[in-house]
């Protein structure tokens, strides 16, 4: 296992699209285990694969506040959304970041595992939000996109800043 780098924002690898996993082998077992073991070490409580620059729809959540319950989502979609809620979320690839979004509080989703079976699941609240969330990852989005304008702005003119500083 290994824990991988993270990219981070404004890294244009962030807005390219992932592709759905076609094969489940002992190289997908690999990389959903860094991810969760990256997500560990984080204490996020969400992360696709295309922020550690694998580009497969592959991402993990966990909820438990103690590193006891990795789930994995491999070509998730959502099949049924709730109404949606404000929420505040952040992201590993955008440090020092908080800002509300809209999602949808409840989802139902169909995904694989990492034998391929494929599962139907219910998810609500901030299991939902992050699933939600690490889905966006797989198609180039953030949640800063879904900022208001006056936010995204001030967000690239600091983005911008650290970059000329040289900031890491
Ligand atoms: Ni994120």
Not at 28 to 42: F, K, R, S, Y
């Amino acid at each position: 296992m290994a824990c991988l780098p993270i990219i981070e924002y404004p890294d244009p690898r962030l807005r390219q699209c992932s592709e759905p996993v076609a094969i489940f082998d002992a190289e997908l077992g690999q990389l959903v285990d860094d991810l969760i073991e990256t997500l560990h070490a984080t204490k996020a409580i969400g992360l696709s694969a295309p922020q550690a620059n694998v580009f497969s729809q592959v991402l993990v959540t966990d909820l438990s506040g103690n590193a006891s319950d990795p789930q994995v989502y491999i070509n998730p979609e959502i099949l049924a959304k709730s109404v949606p809620g404000l929420v505040e979320e952040s992201c590993l690839s955008v440090p020092g970041v908080v800002g509300n979004v809209v999602r949808a509080t409840q989802i139902r989703i169909r995904a694989q595992d990492r034998a391929g079976e494929i599962f139907e699941r219910n998810l609500e609240g901030m299991h939902a939000v992050c699933v939600q969330h690490e889905m966006d990852h797989l198609v180039g989005k953030l949640f800063v996109d879904r900022l208001s304008l006056f936010r995204r702005l001030r967000l690239r003119a600091s983005a911008a800043r650290a970059h000329s500083s040289g900031a890491a």
